[in-house]
């Protein structure tokens, strides 16, 4: 089964330190991979996707097919970043299903 | 636009009452997802749409119906409740067109069965 693996329930920085939040998912030829976030009473939202290559909120994620990673990374943590993280990969493309990872807690201290 | 909405916004249930939450969207999406959240699993979906007349199941669909009646809503049954159904209710929605734009989400619903 295609699984979507996010190891670390709770990730705790302080502010300035650097962010990784780790995401793994099983192999399957070309992958579709997102990192959704909820904000604290907000809604899930998409924070960005690997096919765009883009930066958001300083945010960036590549993926690495030989390692089978989409981690997620920030070189200098903002409090405002606190949050839940999930990631995300489309499964099955007549449907646009995605399956989620467990999700990351991070909490960036002042 | 409104976006996806979802009502309502809590609810507390007894054991083995039903009840239906509501998803509306004013998007014009074609597909919609019944989610379902809860501590430590992440979201896992129960049960989706690819459009109007048309619904499918999830990765845990059992003790829910769906239906799809109009293209813009998305009903979520539960029949009996069970304690096991307590939990954070997300709807999405997202157009056909591009298989790698987001899903757009609802608020979510907190349901809590006793």
């Known amino acids: 089964a295609q699984r979507v693996t996010q190891p670390e329930k709770l990730l705790s920085v302080f502010k300035g330190a650097p962010v990784e939040l780790k995401c793994n998912y099983s192999y399957s030829g070309s992958p579709e991979l997102f990192w959704y976030v909820q904000y604290s009473r907000q809604r899930l939202q998409l924070l960005l996707r690997?096919?765009s290559r883009e930066s958001i909120k300083g945010f960036t994620a590549d993926l690495n097919k030989g390692e089978t990673s989409f981690h997620l990374k920030k070189p200098f943590a903002q409090e405002e970043d606190s949050a839940m993280y999930y990631c995300?990969?489309?499964?099955?493309?007549?449907?646009?299903?995605?399956?989620f990872g467990t999700g990351t807690r991070l909490q960036v201290f002042p | 636009n409104a976006g996806v909405t979802q009502t309502p916004k809590f609810r507390v249930l007894k054991t083995g009452q039903s009840m239906t939450l509501l998803c509306a969207q004013d998007m014009n999406h074609e597909y919609m997802y019944w989610y379902r959240q809860d501590p430590g699993m992440g979201l896992r979906l129960i049960h989706y749409?690819?459009?109007?007349?048309?619904?499918a199941k999830g990765e845990v669909p059992d003790g829910y119906n769906v239906s799809r009646l109009k293209k813009q809503n998305f009903l979520l049954g539960l029949e009996s409740a069970a304690p096991s159904q307590t939990s954070v209710y997300f709807c999405a929605s997202k157009k056909l067109a591009e298989h790698t734009d987001t899903q757009y989400f609802g608020p979510g619903t907190r349901l809590t069965v006793l």
């Open positions: 690997h096919i």
């Open positions: 995300a990969r489309i499964l099955g493309y007549n449907t646009d299903k995605l399956i």
């Open positions: 749409s690819v459009g109007e007349g048309t619904t």
